[in-house]
Nanobody
């Protein structure tokens, strides 16, 4: 079992930046690829970004490419999502998740709210 805790959400103006963190409870953090997802009110949860176990491979949703950067620090059991040039449509609850070898996301955090508004 892996517990994930997100932090770093908040209210930011359009064009601003935020960095989300996701800290894992276990030292086996490096055994999992990590992903970020988001869910806006009235919408389904959607994929945002993912990073491989070693951090050498990343993937992004088209809607965030060039604006968001996913990274990880395995020594700190933490994954990050740097979000720049934020838009109102980025407003959502953001979740991190740990992906097992089968490709399924097995563990999820509780989410952190990001609101982009002037």
């Amino acid at each position: 079992q892996v517990q994930l805790v997100e932090s770093g959400g908040g209210l930011v103006q359009p064009g601003g930046s935020l960095r989300l963190s996701c800290t894992a409870s276990r030292r086996t953090f490096s055994s999992y690829a990590m992903g970020w997802f988001r869910q806006a009110p009235g919408k389904e949860r959607e994929f945002v970004a993912a990073i491989s176990r070693g951090g050498g491979s990343t993937d992004y949703a088209d809607s965030v490419k060039g604006r968001f950067t996913i990274s990880r620090d395995n020594a700190k059991n933490t994954a990050y999502l740097q979000m720049n040039s934020l838009k109102p449509e980025d407003t959502a609850v953001y979740y991190c998740a740990a992906r097992g070898f089968t490709g399924e996301y097995l563990y999820w955090g509780q989410g952190t709210q990001v609101t982009v508004s002037s």
